[in-house]
Nanobody, 110 residues
Framework: VQLVESGGGLVQAGGSLRLSCVAS???????MGWYRQAPGKQRAMVAT???????NYADSVKGRFTISRDNAKNTVYLQMNSLKPEDTAVYYC??????WGQGTQVTVSS
């Protein structure tokens, strides 16, 4: 499975960004999700979603981030609102925790 992320960028604290990840090379992927890695830290789960729409979020993003997917387009989204400087990281899309995208940088300035 090939995963291509987009939508990262620089935003001020309190702002919003929407990440997208398009999957190709496979169909019927059950679990997709977003992870992030900040400088000097390990990669950590942000949010995951099953094909049926069940979601799971890290405590640090609950109420601010929303994960969704369009199965017909093999695309998963991450809507990020009320961004904080501590959300600054490279965000990675995953398909089943097996395949990973190359990442997209999100930088939140204070």
């Amino acid at each position: 499975v090939q995963l291509v992320e987009s939508g990262g960028g620089l935003v001020q604290a309190g702002g919003s960004l929407r990440l997208s990840c398009v999957a190709s090379g496979s169909v019927g992927i059950n679990l997709m999700g977003w992870y992030r890695q900040a400088p000097g830290k390990q990669r950590a789960m942000v949010a995951t979603i099953t094909r049926g729409g069940s979601t799971n979020y890290a405590d640090s993003v609950k109420g601010r981030f929303t994960i969704s997917r369009d199965n017909a387009k093999n695309t998963v989204y991450l809507q990020m609102n009320s961004l904080k400087p501590e959300d600054t990281a490279v965000y990675y899309c995953t398909a089943g925790h097996i395949d990973w995208g190359q990442g997209t940088q999100v930088t939140v300035s204070s």
